[in-house]
């Protein structure tokens, strides 16, 4: 079996993604004028999936030019943002990059945490096993690749947290939404394998009704 690409994993389901993945924290563009000091910025949404992100900046910013390599994210994004501008690459000095994601997953109890946990390490053992998981940067490096560059002047990581809800149909979704996990199914992996049937009973039980849960955002900042 050999391995995709990061972007091919994600062709077939934007309509998922979309249904399941959260929106970023409302205060993010807060953050973000303030730190470049300007009221109505120019922004670029580099991987910007189906536009959830992009989403934020409607009223926000002058200018948003949303950047998405998967031709299916794409397209969703495209119905959600008809008239984007073309796309700006430069950061004007004084302009600020944000690097950012979610921690996975949401913040629920234990077991369903620990379950989830339990779910994530099955399925990328079988990746690795497999020889079908891309080369990736990990996440906790991004901080450390930006200060590394020279590009930025200063550099910063902060969090910022979402409350949210969901019950289990969405737990299972949001897992479902995975690249990864996507990957693995098609190819004909068994639920069993990579550890989703013992989720699926975990968060029928903890999760049967919606329930509070919470997401952290890690947004590395910086600025040119």
Not at 107 to 131: I, P, S
């Amino acid at each position: 079996m050999n391995a995709p690409d990061a972007v091919a994993r994600f062709t077939g389901f934007a309509d998922h993604y979309d249904r399941m993945r959260p929106e970023p924290p409302p205060e993010l563009p807060d953050v973000l004028t303030q730190w470049a000091d300007v009221s109505a910025p120019e922004v670029v949404d580099l991987g910007a999936g189906t536009g959830l992100s992009a989403l934020l900046w409607s009223g926000r910013a002058a200018r948003v030019t949303a950047v998405e390599p998967s031709a299916d994210m794409r397209a969703l994004a495209e119905r959600r943002f008809a008239g984007l501008p073309e796309v700006a690459r430069l950061l004007r000095p004084g302009g600020v990059f944000a690097a950012f994601d979610c921690d996975w997953p949401p913040c629920v109890d234990a077991e369903t945490d620990t379950a989830y946990a339990a779910f994530e390490a099955a399925y990328r053992d079988v990746e690795v096993r497999r020889g079908v998981r891309p080369p990736h940067a990990a996440k906790a490096g991004h901080l450390g690749r930006m200060r590394e560059s020279g590009l930025f002047r200063h550099t910063v990581e902060i969090a910022l947290h979402k409350r949210d809800t969901g019950d289990a149909e969405r737990l299972l979704g949001l897992a479902l939404s995975q690249g990864g996990v996507v990957a693995l199914l098609a190819a004909g992996t068994t639920e069993e394998e990579i550890g989703l049937t013992r989720l699926r009973e975990v968060a029928a039980r903890r999760l049967p009704e919606p329930r509070a849960w919470w997401w952290t955002y890690r947004v590395r900042l910086g600025v040119r």
